[in-house]
């Protein structure tokens, strides 16, 4: 099998649920991980839309995620690194954490990124997603995606 992201509340393609966007409590989906290669060492989640007026916008950067983890309940805290040893980096907004869905027109697509990494990242929380992929070069075992799209 495949490494899978899966979400409990939206499916591939279909809208994100309003209290996980700026529009009403803007907190992180929950998100299900299956079937990593049996070498993961940490995982790591980019949140991004390609379809912001500027340019991909960055909405969510996590990293160090363990190996054993097999759910990101709703609602993460925001901040720095989580009592797993998960780190969290800055987003577009300028934020620590997931910043939501917010988009100024138009249905927006948010791709939720999953890699297994052969690692532990030596980053710092608050990396920036291009921090993120240049330390994740050469130990990317298996990438999947998770795509949502929200209207406001």
Not at 91 to 120: Q, S, V
Request: overall charge negative.
């Amino acid at each position: 099998m495949a490494l899978k992201l899966t979400s409990s509340a939206f499916s591939e393609g279909k809208t994100i649920p309003r209290q996980f966007t700026c529009d009403e409590k803007d907190v992180s989906p929950p998100l299900t991980i299956e079937s990593p290669p049996p070498n993961t060492k940490t995982f790591a989640l980019i949140c991004d839309d390609p379809d912001a007026p500027r340019g991909t916008w960055v909405h969510w950067v996590l990293f160090n995620i363990p190996a054993d983890k097999r759910e990101l309940p709703e609602g993460l805290p925001v901040q720095e690194t989580l009592p797993d040893g998960t780190k969290q980096g800055r987003n577009d907004f300028g934020n620590i954490g997931y910043g939501g869905p917010c988009p100024p027109g138009g249905t927006h697509r948010y791709f939720f990124k999953l890699y297994a990494l052969d690692m532990e990242l030596a980053l710092e929380p608050g990396s920036s997603k291009s921090q993120l992929l240049d330390s994740m070069k050469g130990h990317i075992v298996a990438e999947t995606q998770l795509m949502g799209t929200y209207k406001r």
